[in-house]
C-alpha cells in the first residue's frame, strides 16, 4: 500500500539511494527497519555502536519515549539541551505542564536554539561523511532530524501505537 510504498522510499533515502551509502547508511537502514519490527532497543543499539549518538536519541523523541532519550543525552554527555527543546515544544503543543521529575528538574535551563541547530546540522555533516558522501548538507533533508522541521515530513513508522 501507500504506507509501506513510502516507508520503502524512505528507507532509500536514509541509505543514500543505493550508491555510496557506506557502513553509517547501512545502520542507519537497518535500525529504521528494527524500529518498524518495533524492536526500539536493538535499533537504539545499532545506532549508539555506529556512534550515531545523535540519531539515536532523535529515534527516542520520534517516539516520544523523553525519558529515554535525556537518560541517552546525559549518558553521552550530548544533546540534553535538544531533548529539552523538543519536549517544552511538546508540552506547548498539547497545553500541558511538565510531569516527569528528571524534566521538571531541567526547568530552569536555558536552550539555545540556535546552537542545537548548529550541533545538529554538525552532527548531520559527520553523519554524512561516514556514509562516504562529501557533499554539503548530504542527509539534512529529513524533518524529523531537524529542530524547527521542514517542509518535507518523512512518515514516522510508529504512528497511530
Do not use: C
Amino acid at each position: 500500500s501507500v504506507d509501506k510504498l513510502q516507508f520503502v522510499l524512505h528507507l532509500r533515502e536514509l541509505g543514500g539511494g543505493g550508491g555510496g551509502a557506506g557502513p553509517a547508511g547501512d545502520v542507519v537502514v537497518a535500525a529504521e527497519l528494527a524500529l518498524y519490527r518495533r524492536q526500539t532497543d536493538e535499533a537504539e543499539n545499532m545506532l549508539i555502536q555506529a556512534g550515531l549518538v545523535y540519531r539515536a536519541i532523535k529515534l527516542h523523541v520520534r517516539l516520544h519515549n523523553w525519558q529515554r532519550a535525556l537518560d541517552l543525552a546525559r549518558k553521552h554527555n550530548q544533546h540534553v539541551d535538544t531533548v529539552l527543546m523538543y519536549r517544552r515544544r511538546h508540552l506547548a503543543a498539547f497545553g500541558q505542564q511538565e510531569t516527569l521529575p528528571d524534566f521538571k528538574a531541567l526547568a530552569s535551563e536555558v536552550v539555545d536554539e540556535a546552537a542545537i541547530k548548529e550541533r545538529v546540522r554538525r552532527d548531520k555533516e559527520r553523519e554524512a561523511q561516514l556514509r562516504g558522501s562529501h557533499a554539503p548538507g548530504a542527509g539534512a533533508t529529513s524533518s524529523s532530524a531537524q529542530p524547527g522541521g521542514s517542509k518535507h515530513r518523512r512518515p514516522n513508522v510508529v504512528e497511530g501505537r
